[in-house]
């Protein structure tokens, strides 16, 4: 009886009372543990000791039967505060049956970060980016966080700001943000002073449905809401507004099978309208590609690693995305990069519906000074549909089929150091054609040949 308790998640203990056994009858008294009260230790600092002792006690009522569950969602949901860190120990109750619970309150650092540097940007706006994320986590002890982003290209500039705070002990958390994105292109396009900008407007809300060691399921509700401009040898080209607002199911689930693994997953459901705002722009659109007005737009990205043995393993990964009609290209999905397939430069392959598998086969290995290195060798194929609802005469004579594929395959080479450094290098050759390219050149004008890839990130 104990193990089935226990098999549920559920503290008991079984005794047997004082009994008269001469029938043959034996009675198993279940003592069901039950929560007896909260003790907070403050280190001291920002932490507001009572509000998280508030979301680790959200489920668990002094003098009532409590589980592991509910003891475990309420202690990682007090980690999940940022700049927080909260440690909870059982010892016994004063009432009998009774389990108190000792909760160590202390900070984290106010700050955190990370900065990066790499070669996933485009051809005409540079390909080498530069990123920094700095957080001000816990500023005001309520455990919300202030965000800042910063990425950096020859002719591309991007910077973001966010605010995120709970929305009491249950696990809420809303977030606002705000971000501006400015291009020129370079290259073939330079004589022709394009330019654009965007300014993007974001708002949301979460709830952990599930939040454990084993399983974790979050859903969140955004809207988002951008505004862009381009503009090419002095004339407005485009003005556009696109708003939508996304349901957003996401988690990660860790199992026992053959040597253990490790999913995680992504799904969202957007439903949105693109208002373009220049007459003649709208024009055009009526008789071609009907942007303007309402879409909607599913997307997934599923993620796998499984143990093969101590020190190898195996990855697959599956994006993609759906639509009802013809979006924005801000919208459209893209084959490759170094996220897609890895044997073809960034945006090559655009399209309103598209998806993409990755599998890596990973081996480990003992790196210099504490490191670790992990060597790999994968396979990528991903599929395009240029235009969900084509229209006559949307494509030249000779260009590619609505839909096409494009295969990769390669190698690389991770390095992760204990304080927080971490590289990845990889070199991608491209298998078969690439319909969408002209003769034996990209999309974007570089030569059909292997690609390489890397990307430095320190986090702190």
Do not use: C
Request: no cysteine; proline share 5%.
């Amino acid at each position: 009886m104990v193990a089935h308790y226990r098999g549920l998640g559920w503290f008991a203990r079984a005794q047997l009372p004082e009994q008269d056994i001469t029938d043959g009858t034996v009675v198993v008294q279940v003592v069901e543990g039950r929560f007896g009260q909260l003790h907070v230790e403050h280190g001291g600092g920002r932490a507001r000791s009572g509000f998280v002792a508030g979301v680790v006690a959200r489920q668990l009522q002094p003098g009532a039967p409590y589980s592991l569950a509910q003891l475990e969602r309420g202690l990682l949901l007090a980690n999940d505060l940022p700049g927080i860190m909260a440690d909870g120990v059982l010892r016994a109750g004063e009432a009998p049956g009774t389990s108190d619970l000792v909760l160590q309150v202390q900070d984290r650092p106010l700050l955190s970060g990370s900065a990066s540097l790499g070669n996933d940007g485009s051809r005409y706006t540079g390909r080498a980016q530069a990123i920094a994320r700095l957080n001000l986590d816990d500023p005001s002890g309520w455990g919300d966080q202030i965000g800042a982003t910063l990425m950096r290209g020859v002719d591309l500039e991007y910077l973001g700001a966010s605010y995120g705070v709970p929305l009491g002990t249950g696990g809420w958390r809303g977030n606002v943000g705000y971000a501006s994105l400015s291009y020129r292109l370079g290259k073939e396009f330079a004589a022709l002073d394009a330019f654009g900008k965007s300014r993007i407007r974001q708002a949301s809300v979460a709830y952990p449905l599930r939040r454990s060691d084993a399983l974790n399921v979050e859903v969140e509700l955004a809207w988002t809401g951008r505004h862009q401009w381009d503009e090419s040898l002095g004339l407005a080209l485009r003005r556009r507004h696109i708003g939508n607002l996304t349901l957003g199911v996401y988690g990660d689930a860790r199992d026992e099978w053959l040597r253990g693994g490790w999913t995680a997953w992504i799904v969202d459901l957007a439903h949105g309208r693109a208002r373009l705002d220049l007459p003649d722009d709208r024009a055009l659109d009526a008789f071609g590609a009907g942007i303007h007005g309402p879409f909607t737009l599913a997307s997934l990205e599923l993620r796998t690693d499984r143990w093969l043995s101590p020190d190898w393993y195996a990855r697959s990964r599956i994006t993609g995305q759906w639509t009802d009609g013809n979006l924005d290209s801000s919208l459209q999905f893209v084959l490759g990069g170094p996220s897609g397939v890895r044997g073809y430069p960034v945006n090559e392959g655009s399209g309103d519906s598209g998806a993409v598998v990755q599998l890596e086969l990973h081996r480990l290995l003992p790196g210099p000074l504490g490191s670790e290195l992990d060597g790999f060798a994968f396979v990528d194929h991903g599929v395009i549909r240029q235009r969900q609802d084509p229209w006559d005469d949307w494509r030249l004579p000779g260009d590619a089929d609505n839909q096409y594929a494009l295969s990769a395959a390669g190698i690389g080479l991770g390095w992760t150091h204990p304080r927080g450094l971490r590289t990845i290098l990889s070199l991608a050759s491209p298998l078969g054609t690439n319909p969408g390219g002209l003769e034996d050149r990209n999309q974007d004008g570089t030569r059909r040949a292997t690609q390489f890839w890397f990307n430095l990130r320190q986090r702190f």
